[in-house]
């Protein structure tokens, strides 16, 4: 437990490092694109935000596949918070892609199939959530599991949307390499890094958090059941 404890403490302050240091990058280090301005620097925050709500799916994806085959409720779990924060991450790029979008396009939304299909996805993960706090305690990981694998579907059709059908969304990422400059090339490396860190900081805070809500409930449930006994018995 202690070094559990020792180990979350460091890889709490890497993660405020990494995050302190990527906001150094991304409006000191980095270079203000001549084009866009300085809106472009949004894009260091909405790309590793887009990549890691599209890998919060995926871990909720295989984890859905691992809790119906072995019904192993840890796994479900892991589902569960990794859908939540993913959630987090979507709602970011539908955020921030707006906010590049109205002085880059002159308009807050346009329904071009990159947008479409992340918001899609933004709405598939929220029912996901939904559903699991209206379904019954018997069914609710069942139901999830299901929902978790079928709503990952739309993932790589988000992910693949501007090589499929014809778009308006910058590529940046192509077969010849990254169509920005070295400094924006680093910038973007240390905010992935410290994107990564920041989201499996969360994940691992809010599994923990769903532990002790567990145990809470089990205390919750073993006091009652002895407020009961000593009912009955003076009644009897």
């Not at 979507?90 to 707006?98: D, F, K, Q, S």
């Not at 996901?128 to 706090?133: D, P």
């Not at 010849?176 to 860190?197: D, E």
Request: charged residues 15%; glycine residues 6%; contains cysteine.
């Amino acid at each position: 437990m202690t070094h559990n404890r020792a180990f979350l403490k460091i890889f709490q302050f890497v993660t405020f490092f990494m995050m302190l240091l990527a906001l150094y990058a991304i409006f000191v280090y980095a270079p203000v694109e001549k084009s866009m301005g300085i809106v472009q620097k949004i894009f260091y925050l909405h790309v590793p935000s887009a990549f890691l709500a599209f890998f919060a799916f995926f871990i909720t994806f295989i984890a859905s596949i691992l809790y119906l085959y072995r019904r192993d409720h840890r796994w479900d779990v892991i589902a569960f918070c990794s859908a939540e924060i993913g959630v987090i991450f979507c709602t970011i790029v539908l955020i921030t892609g707006p906010i590049w979008a109205k002085p880059i396009w002159n308009v807050w939304w346009t329904w071009d199939p990159r947008l479409t299909t992340t918001l899609i996805l933004w709405f598939i993960y929220v029912v996901y959530l939904m559903l699991r706090s209206v379904a019954g305690e018997n069914q609710r990981s069942n139901f999830s599991a299901v929902f978790g694998i079928l709503g990952f579907v739309n993932v790589p059709i988000t992910f693949l949307t501007i090589r499929l059908w014809r778009t308006i969304h910058p590529l940046v990422i192509t077969g010849k390499g990254i169509n920005i400059s070295t400094p924006m090339i680093h910038t973007l490396i240390i905010a992935f890094v410290a994107f990564c860190l920041l989201f499996f900081w969360l994940l691992i805070n809010r599994i923990g958090l769903e532990k002790m809500r567990f145990k809470v409930e089990e205390i919750r449930g073993f006091i009652e059941d002895k407020i009961h006994l000593e009912h009955e018995k003076q009644g009897g």
